[in-house]
């Protein structure tokens, strides 16, 4: 399996999702926009989209953000979703995924940033990806805005903060407004970038100041989005015909 990632910004890391890819003996490829890397060209070898957030909206304009295109990040997902490959959204690509599919991205009731439990809706409980989360899961937030839903488009999981955390735009298809690929090495990076405007958020109620951040254990919440993707990609698997490698040991 080919995972392609799409990182805006170096300290938006893909975290999690590269160690699930490790440990699945998958290959990584990347385009870091933020180094001017290009999109790919062709999706052919590509198995799964995963377009990481970044401190973009879909609205920001190439003169506002030189090495950020949104309407050809679109593109390329909406040309996945059509070829029924696998594609997942983590924040502002959650965002990207509801505007490329037709839904106008919003801004979130709350800001959040930092580690806070999310709840899944009746869908959510009932659907096999996310059966092993249980009705509430402690995940990574950072933003103030959250994806669009298209006509057909499923919550799955919502906060107090912000009405729409994960969402299932179709079967091979989601949106995780959350971030639950973090690890102490991104919130690391993501302090590093931010430490100034996080010190002008201390009366915001879903906002962490650094050293909770810090404290934070991320593990169980990357130890659920593994079990996510390894759903999703027994899904696509089924869906085109492939055999999955084994996890390695």
Known sequence: MRVHFV???????P???EAWVRDRGYEATYSRVYAHEPLPQSIENIDLLVIMGGPQS???????????????????????VAARKAVVGVCLGAQLMGKALG??????????????PIKLTTEGKAHVKFAHFGDTVDVGHWHSDMPGLTANAKIIAYSEGCPRQI????????GFQCHMEFTLDV????????????????????VQ???ALRDNDYDVMNQNLFGFLDKLMVAYA??????????NA
């Open 58 to 80: 879909p609205s920001t304009t190439r003169e506002e953000c030189p090495h950020f295109d949104a309407a050809s990040e679109c593109a390329l997902i909406a040309e996945f």
């Open 187 to 206: 919130i690391e990076l993501l302090i590093a970038a931010a430490e100034r405007e996080l010190a002008t958020l201390t009366n915001h109620r879903f």
């Open 103 to 116: 839904a106008r991205h919003e801004h979130s009731p709350e800001k959040e940033i930092g580690k806070f």
């Open 7 to 13: 990182v805006h910004e170096s300290f938006e890391a």
């Open 167 to 174: 969402i299932e735009y179709g079967e091979l298809a989601y």
């Open 15 to 17: 975290g999690a999702y």
């Open 238 to 247: 089924a869906n085109c015909g492939v055999t999955l490698n084994e996890p």
């Open 209 to 211: 100041q650094p050293d």
